[in-house]
């Protein structure tokens, strides 16, 4: 059974830091290219971030580059989106997607003071 499993969202102030986690199984991680993806409840999800499937290729959102920075671990089959500098605007659900289709259930982020 496929899983992608999101952890280490939560609440933090504007300027603070979060790191999410994206633990992979299943299927064969190595392989495939990664997103990361969110959604602000009642809007369209917004692309954020993707990584080769070795690690070299990443590219991000504009309104985001700079401030995050995605990894992979995969002898662990895990995925990573440092997020620093963290504004109200990144409040959302974040999901981390393979480029094959699939999704994990998402974690919430909310950058409030």
């Known amino acids: 059974e496929v899983q992608l499993v999101e952890s280490g969202g939560g609440l933090v102030q504007p300027g603070g830091s979060l790191r999410l986690s994206c633990a992979a199984s299943?299927?064969?991680?190595?392989?495939?290219?990664m997103s990361w993806v969110r959604q602000v409840p009642g809007k369209g999800l917004e692309w954020v971030s993707a990584?080769?499937?070795?690690?070299?290729?990443?590219t991000y959102a504009d309104s985001v580059k700079g401030r995050f920075t995605v990894s992979r671990d995969n002898a662990k089959n895990a995925l990573y989106l440092q997020m620093n500098r963290l504004e109200p605007q990144d409040t959302a659900v974040y999901y981390c997607?393979?480029?094959?289709?699939?999704w994990g259930q998402g974690t919430q982020v909310t950058v409030s003071s």
């Open positions: 299943g299927f064969s991680f190595s392989m495939y290219g």
């Open positions: 990584i080769g499937s070795a690690g070299g290729s990443t």
């Open positions: 997607a393979a480029v094959v289709g699939y």
